[in-house]
């Protein structure tokens, strides 16, 4: 017999507890519902449900991992990496400021598969965030990695691991470094890249382990390690005058260097078209400042150049060493279908994106410098 699908197997047996704890209540019942896949591993699921007083709309999310789309396969990061984290009662270790979606319940469907029930925290609506936005999440982040650096010393948990995920997004890069290197001589590539970027692009790529090792010999912490803004949302907080960040997504958390954490804040809304390109000195500087801020409300005052050089070389490494990927394969396409897509998905003219990323290449070989610079203050 086929298995059924996901959704499928959804009823309201199984429905009916995860909704008692969602909306607070010791019974619901005509529960009708219908759901969206918003990800290969995502549902959400909306509906209504009656309690002896009233019809009751509710909404939620599950999440199911199975070790088919296991994150890290060659690491310490298993495929029930993330089911760990929300059982360990997450927010206990999270500081002021920063929060995670409640979690109902996780459910090891089998040997194979497992569904994480999550409160639903997308924001409504959905818009961009202003800069001073992305400072105050960037300072609850450095209150989480300022509160682990000491915690990390003193505490053992099944899910604090060294992730690999920044030497595994670093691999990835090789095909699109190799593909550059033998198209040189194609037109586009040759008008997109000048021999000055290339070279620097080879002989960043060439010293991408030395980058790595001194990250790894930096103060580590307990990083989220996904923080862009699509797994980022802001909240009010109940009865107060204040925002929370709240982060979801912790599939690839684990421990990672101070200042790594914040390399996808400001370069992943930059390169999603969040700010404009002559704007990501300013972004990265804000975000950075608000970081920095975050880590000395947790008592981390140690010296900047360290947090300095883990956020600039995870920037380089994260995204110079992917751009290739990303923009070759799209200068040698002839396919106007593919073209049509990415002009649909940015919003803007194949010409704006091409030269939006153009310049933040230029940038992150910039940070990549000023890292090298660092090495000899840290």
Partial sequence: MKKKQIVEQVDQSILKPVLQKSLHCDSIENIVWKHTQVAPTVYHLTGTGNNEEEEIPWSIFLKVLSPMIDIEPSSDLSWKHESLIYQSNLKEH?????????????????????????????????????????????????????EWIEKLKTTSRPWLNKSNRLRKVVKRGASGIELLRQSLNHPNVSRFYSKVMVNDIFRFWAER????????????????????????????????????????????????????????????????FEFEKNEAQKVNEVIFEGYLEGLSDAGWNKDGHLARYGYTSASALRYITRGPEMIVPL????????????????????????????????????????????????
Avoid at 98 to 127: A, G, M, N, Q
Avoid at 351 to 368: D, K, M, N, Q, V
Wanted: charged share 20%; proline share 4%.
């Fill in 94 to 146: 999270l500081p002021e400021g920063l929060s995670v979606p409640r979690c109902f319940e996780v459910v090891y469907k089998s040997e194979s598969e497992i569904w994480i029930w999550l409160e639903d925290v997308t924001e409504e609506p959905h818009l961009p965030w202003t800069l001073n936005r992305y400072q105050l999440a960037a300072q609850h982040l450095g209150r989480l990695n300022g």
């Fill in 209 to 272: 382990q030395t980058f790595l090792q001194v990250l790894d010999n930096l103060p580590q912490t307990f990083c989220h390690l996904d923080a862009s803004r699509r797994n980022i949302f802001s909240r009010r907080k109940a009865n107060e005058n204040s925002e929370e960040t709240v982060l979801i997504d912790w599939g690839y958390a684990g421990i990672g260097a101070v200042g790594e954490e914040i390399a996808s804040l400001g370069n992943g809304a930059l390169l999603w």
């Fill in 331 to 378: 200068l040698l396409s002839e396919s106007k279908d593919q073209k049509v897509q990415l002009q649909q998905t940015f919003g803007r003219s194949l010409p704006e994106i091409l030269e939006h990323w153009l310049a933040l290449t230029h940038y992150w070989l910039r940070l990549a410098r000023e890292a090298q610079g660092l090495l000899k203050k840290i």
